[in-house]
């Protein structure tokens, strides 16, 4: 699935955080800005030759021909039918009404595929490594911003997401070279995640203590005790603590063989598969059960879950453990499912970019997840229009991660809602 | 089912808010709980649903003894709550909302909201509810989401219904409907409790009549009882329930307000091309329910809030966007709606919260420095007179009672002379020997030629001080009447009526 399929199979669902349904002219303007922006691109900078996009390797068993299209006629049609969905969405908006889900990300389709166009000419994208790659980057984020999406559902603000992904990532490497299994190493994640977690809602939900305070001490806290250990055992004994094995990539049958999905998608570690149970999962509970009833109720208005005997600390400090344990999963990523060996500080501000996701998913759990998706694919984006020769200079190329945030949320999200009593503690009662 | 209450104490450190009450609910009984704000009957009813623990005290169901270690002990126990803040997730959907922590489920913990829907549709369609079992709460009226809550209490089988002052979000009419649904459930077996400091109400109402005062059961009365007998009980001496008031003599030009318009960030209107005039000597009366736009008028005319039509004059000046420290230059006094928040703050001694408005220059403040001798005589003399009860100007406000409190902000705006003041929900919260005290300083703040007005939720409060009553629905005025007017055309007016369909035109 691609993020664009995955943006569109989010059905309009009435939990109340289905985001401003209001006809604003943010999505047409941001819209005519991006058309203007290739439009400029395709006029001053025409394009010679041919873009090829291969999508799948000789050894595929469905192998694809590569597709090839003429550069500069591409670009401008293209950027034709960029215009003519912004066009559509200002009518609709015109009209008092808010414009078509499906606009925005086709939208956002039409523009990457124009930039790959203009930007590879001459040259071949390699379609699966573009998606395999940005998939690989989203993994800790999409484990994070459930992390995030849990926590908050049930009032907590999960700042520590960069903490659980760091413990997890740190335990799980240590425990599976000691154990020689890198199963138990994600175990160990888990628990792990789990720990740091429990230290958040213990002292946010017990102790009452800010949330955000806990959330960046305990980053800070587990950021300097993982280098510590890292620099005073890890790296001088490397061979007998950080040397984990890697997960093996299991190809499901059937859907393995898929062309151009196949290999981004059914070809890896347990981790990504334990990944889509995760958001499914957490959907599902979330909004089909009766925990899931409770938990948002509890982070809407904890007085009133109260009042009808559900026993709010209880309920946060396990959720809060709960969404730990996911986000240390996806740390475990950065060790076993991708380097094999666990380096200081290598989560690098993933964490944070998880809290963006939650935020920009507007705190429900697929659009979270394709909220990650999306920052994981721009960022992969950036990594292969270097690689195939891109006219634009590399440090514009390193923004663009964090234009298409400014510009999702701006441009096409607005204004969200978080749940009603995230960030506060219940003191019960007066 | 029958509640017994024996005994029951609660202490907050040194304050006794409950003093070994006694009190027995019969089933299909509504009994009125009387008694002022603070005096003990909210903290009672949440010994009673578990969300407090007693001192000392029993509670006991048909005879038997019980122990609730929470509210969800007191629920399977069958006591249901309405709360006077509704306890209701407003994301959430009614159904979700009725179900939320006795939810059905099939399997291993899937929601059933099929039979929650079901659940809903049985209990409204009982009381003549028609309620939607979909319908977001949040998008519903104030009024709604009170049946929404009753549904919830019956849903979990509830047979002592405790209404802790239902009736201070609703109109009228809603009011009325209110306690036909009390009166059948009743004859239902329900047994009720009834909260509340409105004597009307429980005159209409109650099967019996207990008044709390200061936490002790200060008498039990019958339904017949007057309500200047019931006042006494509730306050412990005799009061006054109207302002004596010579009749208006309105001059000069006062406030105007000229097609005052006021949007949210999403540009609903929430005032609606709103025009009114205020002449020196009178009172201007806003009623309305919560809600309606008066909050945002206040906000408008006093500076707080940009409106994005009309204006806003006050003799010659032209207030419009002037912002707040033109506005008080100009000689508005505001008593904000809430105190706690806009008007006072907590932490700061009454000495200081008397002069917040006036921390820019002289008298108070010379050089940059506060004339701490000069402020400490003003203070005393002003709560002298405003007859503020304290040991020493220099506590601090939060741990006055909200009679005192509200003195508090009396004093401060009517310390300067004043051109117009404006006063929101001035006696909310307050004891009824305070609201005749600060009734009487309005009515004599009127009769000195000032502009005065008055935005009340309670159409007593209204009635008793209001020369002319304008009556806010939805951001507009729906109309503007005489101070004789009836409370049933008030209440028809409250809900949108215009004066001309009232039937009194």
């Given amino acids: ?130 998606l395999g790659g940005a998939l690989a980057l989203s993994i800790p984020l999409v484990f994070g911003a459930m992390g995030g999406v849990l926590s908050e559902r049930v009032g907590v603000v999960n700042v520590a997401i960069e903490g659980q992904l760091l413990a997890g990532a740190c335990v799980s490497a240590v425990v599976a070279t000691v154990t020689g299994q890198p199963l138990v190493g994600l175990v160990a994640a888990v628990v792990a995640g789990a720990l740091v977690a429990t230290v958040l809602a213990v002292f946010s939900v017990r102790y009452l203590v800010d949330q955000v305070i806990v959330g960046i001490v305990l980053n800070v806290l587990v950021t300097g005790l993982t280098g510590f250990f890292y620099s005073t055992a890890l790296a001088p004994d490397a061979a007998r603590l950080n040397a ?187 | 089912m029958k509640l017994e209450l024996r005994g029951i104490t609660k202490r907050f450190g040194t304050l006794v808010a409950n003093d070994a009450i006694d009190l027995v609910v019969e089933p299909g009984q509504i009994h009125c709980l009387l008694g002022e704000n603070g005096a003990g009957k909210s903290t009672l009813m949440n010994v009673l649903y578990g969300l407090l623990r007693a001192d000392a005290g029993q509670i006991l169901l048909d005879g038997a003894p019980q122990h609730f270690d929470g509210p969800g002990d007191a629920m399977r126990a069958g006591i249901g709550m309405v709360h006077q803040h509704f306890m209701l997730v407003p994301v959430l959907t009614v159904a979700e909302n009725v179900v939320l922590g006795d939810e059905d489920v099939r399997g291993p913990g899937w929601l059933d909201m099929r039979t ?21 709460v949040g998008d519903l009226p104030v009024g709604v989401q009170q049946r929404v809550e009753i549904v919830k209490a019956l849903a979990r089988d509830a047979r002592v219904l405790v209404l802790d002052e239902p009736t201070a979000v609703l109109t009228p009419q809603e009011t009325d ?114 809600g309606n736009g008066q909050t945002e008028l206040v906000e408008a005319i006093t500076g707080l809030r940009a409106p994005s039509a009309g204006t806003v004059r006050l003799g010659d000046d032209d207030l419009t966007r002037a912002g707040v420290r033109a506005v008080l230059a100009a000689g508005v006094g505001h ?15 009454i000495a200081e919260n008397l002069v917040l408005d006036r921390s820019f220059g002289p008298p108070f403040v010379r050089r940059g420095e506060v004339r701490r001798a000069h402020l400490a005589e003003f203070a005393r003399q002003r709560v002298d007179e405003f007859d503020v009860r304290t040991s020493s100007i220099r506590t ?20 300067r002379p004043l051109r117009l003041l404006v006063a929101a929900q001035p006696t909310r919260g307050v004891d009824v020997g305070s609201i005749e005290f600060i009734h009487r300083r309005i009515v004599e703040t009127r009769d000195a030629g000032t502009p005065v007005v008055v935005v009340s939720t309670e159409i007593d409060e209204v009635l008793g001080l209001a020369d002319r009553i304008a009556v806010m629905y939805r951001g507009r005025v729906v109309g503007v009447v005489p101070a004789g007017t009836s409370r049933e055309v008030l209440g028809l007016m409250m809900a949108g009526t215009p004066i001309e369909e009232t039937d009194a035109a």
Avoid at chain 1, 56 to 80: E, F, G, I, R, Y
């Fill in chain 2, 177 to 290: 409907e209110l306690m036909a649904t009390m009166r059948r459930l009743a004859d239902a077996g329900t047994a009720l409790v009834f909260i509340t400091h409105k004597l009307r109400e429980v005159r209409e109402v109650a099967d019996r009549i207990t008044v709390i005062r200061h936490g002790r059961v200060a008498g039990a009365a019958e339904p017949g009882t007057t309500t200047r007998e019931l006042a006494r009980l509730m306050v412990g001496r005799d009061v006054t329930l109207t302002v004596d008031r010579p009749p208006a003599r309105p001059r000069g030009d006062g406030l105007r307000v000229d097609g005052l318009t006021v949007r949210d960030a999403s540009g609903r209107a929430l005032v609606d091309d709103v025009t009114l005039q205020v002449r020196g000597g009178e009172v201007l009366g806003i009623a309305g329910v919560q």
């Fill in chain 2, 396 to 415: 601090q406000v939060r741990r006055l009672s909200g009679g005192n409190q509200q003195k508090v902000v009396i004093a401060r705006e009517l310390a």
């Fill in chain 1, 244 to 430: 984990p094995a890697r997960l093996p990539q299991i190809a499901l049958p059937v859907l393995g063989d898929l062309p151009v999905v196949g290999p981004v998608l059914f070809r890896q570690t347990v981790v990504v598969y334990a990944m889509y149970v995760v958001v499914a999962v957490v959907w599902v509970v979330l909004f089909r059960t009766r925990q899931g009833l409770r938990i948002r109720a509890v982070g809407e208005h904890p007085e009133a879950a109260d009042t009808v005997g559900i026993d709010v600390r209880a309920t946060r400090v396990r959720v809060v453990a709960l969404a730990g344990a996911v986000a240390g999963l996806g740390g475990a990523y950065f060790t076993l499912g991708s380097v094999g060996g666990f380096g200081k500080d290598m989560t690098a501000g993933a964490g944070f970019i998880a809290l963006a996701a939650v935020i920009l998913g507007g705190w429900h759990p697929l659009r979270a997840a394709a909220a990650a998706l999306l920052f994981g694919f721009v960022s992969n984006l950036q990594n292969v229009l270097g690689i195939v020769g891109s006219p634009l200079p590399s440090e514009l190329m390193l923004m663009l991660p964090y234009l298409v945030t400014v510009l999702a949320v701006a441009g096409v999200v607005g204004k969200v809602r978080a749940p009603a009593a995230s960030g506060t503690a219940y003191e019960g009662a007066s």
């Fill in chain 2, 116 to 136: 929650a829907r079901r659940r809903v549709r049985e209990i409204s369609e009982r009381f003549g509810f028609d309620l939607d079992p979909d319908a977001l």
């Fill in chain 2, 335 to 349: 008593v904000p709606e809430d105190r706690t928040h806009d008007g006072l703050v907590g932490e700061f001694s």
């Fill in chain 1, 1 to 130: 699935m691609t993020p664009t399929q995955l943006l569109r199979s989010l059905a309009p669902r009435r939990d109340g955080h289905a985001g401003t349904a209001a006809a604003s002219w943010r999505t047409p303007v941001t819209m005519a800005v991006l058309t203007l922006a290739a439009a400029l691109a395709a006029a001053l900078g025409p394009r010679t030759g041919t873009t090829s996009f291969r999508l799948s390797k000789p050894t595929d068993v469905l192998a694809l021909p590569t597709a090839t299209v003429p550069a500069q006629a591409a670009t401008v049609a293209l950027t034709l039918v960029m215009a003519a969905l912004c066009t559509a969405a200002a009518l609709r908006v015109r009209a008092g009404r808010a414009p078509a889900r499906a606009l925005a990300p086709a939208f956002g389709t039409a523009f990457v595929l124009a930039l790959l166009t203009w930007a590879a000419a001459g040259a071949t994208v390699p379609v699966v490594g573009l």
